[in-house]
């Protein structure tokens, strides 16, 4: 049963210490940390030794190493038998760098039996608000999608070794705890939407979610799997601002027709209003037989808001 120490329920004698190791332990990398208790040894690979302290105050074992360094990863080798890698890719090019930094030393010596890797629903490109699954091919159009897709290439690579590899899609993160990850300052800041007529589908997963995925990924995926992770909510951009809104008790944001966007928005808020597409989720709920704490984004934005009043 679930419980405070194991709140995914206790893993059973044969997953006990388990080393862990976390690559990229951020918000969701410590979510997951927390999610997977005290039955595997955590460890995480930070570059900034300020970060150590509070590591270790999480009960995680902080592993010096900087994915930009590749000299900087050699202890990675058969250090863990699972791997969590939430690291970002680098801010330019198409290429993901880091990743091949990191799949190169751990294919240095005994390798993981599974790898869980936060990828991007941003790889399908704009599918016309279709319903998307795993078996849709990646189309990208930017070049933060397709970083993603060399990273995803980079590790079926290292599954073709013999690594059970998850490769988690996933879209927008939010959490009223997340840097970020409320949309409460972009309601403040009154940036227009698009009309109904111009928007485009989008798709969230609350970050306490996601950190139950990953860590059920690294037991429960299948070998080489994609995985979309998403909440089932179903909503235009607009229709999602408008529930934040209400919720925050804040005005409703203006809307604007796509042609005047086009003029007056930046480029990268251009790019979000260039992709629309609905996420189809079954894999989630059937293989990782994740049950979702919110499973809309109604829930999540009470929580939210909740929390921010708070």
């Known amino acids: 049963m679930p419980s405070n120490l194991y709140p995914l329920g206790a893993l059973p004698a044969r997953f006990r210490r388990q080393r862990v190791l976390i690559v990229g332990c951020g918000d969701v990398g410590l979510r997951a940390a927390k999610a997977l208790g005290r039955g595997v040894r955590l460890m995480a690979l930070t570059s900034s030794p300020d970060r150590i302290a509070a ?41 993901d760098p880091r990743t091949q930094a990191l799949a190169r030393a751990l294919a240095r010596r005994r390798l993981p039996r599974t790898l869980a890797y936060i990828s991007t629903t941003g790889v399908y490109g704009d599918c016309g608000g279709a319903w998307v699954d795993e078996t849709r091919m990646p189309a990208p159009a930017s070049e933060r999608a397709r970083r993603r897709v060399d ?51 989008v798709s969230h997963i609350h970050a306490d979610d996601l950190a139950r995925a990953c860590v059920l990924a690294l037991w429960r995926a299948r070998p080489q799997r994609v995985c979309n992770v998403a909440d089932d909510s179903s909503l235009l951009m607009g229709d999602y601002f ?12 203006p809307r604007i027709a796509r042609a005047r966007a086009q003029r007056e928005l930046t480029p990268a808020m251009l790019s979000f209003l260039g992709e629309s597409r609905r996420m189809v989720t079954r894999r989630l709920r059937r293989e990782l037989r994740l049950r979702l704490r919110y499973p809309t984004v109604r829930e999540g934005l009470a929580a939210t808001a909740q929390g921010q009043r708070g």
């Open 55 to 95: 590591l270790r105050a999480a009960g995680i074992v902080p592993v010096l190493g900087n994915l930009d360094d590749a000299a900087t990863l050699a202890r990675l080798a058969g250090l863990a038998t699972r791997v969590l890698h939430l690291a970002p890719p680098p801010p330019r090019g198409v290429v």
């Open 151 to 201: 990273a995803e290439a980079t590790l079926r690579a290292l599954g073709r070794q013999g690594v059970r590899v998850a490769l988690l899609r996933v879209p927008g993160i939010y959490a009223a705890d997340r840097p970020g990850g409320a949309p409460r300052e972009r309601l403040l800041r009154g940036t227009p939407l698009l009309r109904q007529e111009d928007d485009v589908y």
């Open 242 to 253: 408008d529930l934040a809104a209400d919720g925050y008790g804040l005005p409703r944001l």
